[in-house]
């Protein structure tokens, strides 16, 4: 049973950037594909970004690309969203995944495993 806790939210303002961190436990990290999604406040939960096993492949929702950056350590069993220019329209529950497969992909429903996910506030 893999165990995913999110790290690294908080309050920031515009313009500022931050760098989430997913540690997981109760397995290898290297075998899994992982994902970032997120959830506003009174909205549903959507694709951020997503990453294959190795970190060769990476894939981002339209608002992610060119601002976001995800990568992992799979040596530190780690997954990482660096966020640069955030603005308050970023402002949500962030969350982790990891699918059972070497494979990235951005719909939620091909992921097993969810982090408890981690408040990131934007202020203007």
């Known amino acids: 049973q893999v165990q995913l806790v999110e790290s690294g939210g908080g309050s920031v303002q515009a313009g500022n950037s931050l760098t989430l961190s997913c540690t997981a436990s109760?397995?290898?990290?290297?075998?899994?594909?992982m994902g970032w999604f997120r959830q506003p406040p009174g909205k549903e939960r959507r694709f951020v970004a997503t990453?294959?096993?190795?970190?060769?492949?990476?894939d981002y929702s339209d608002s992610g690309k060119g601002r976001f950056t995800i990568f992992r350590d799979n040596a530190k069993n780690t997954v990482y969203l660096h966020m640069n220019s955030l603005t308050p329209e970023d402002t949500a529950v962030y969350y982790c995944?990891?699918?059972?497969?070497?494979?990235?992909?951005?719909?939620?429903?091909?992921?097993?495993?969810w982090g408890q996910g981690t408040q990131v506030t934007v202020s203007s």
């Open positions: 990453i294959n096993y190795s970190g060769s492949t990476t």
């Open positions: 995944a990891a699918r059972t497969s070497t494979n990235s992909a951005t719909a939620a429903t091909f992921y097993r495993y």
């Open positions: 109760g397995g290898t990290l290297s075998r899994y594909g």
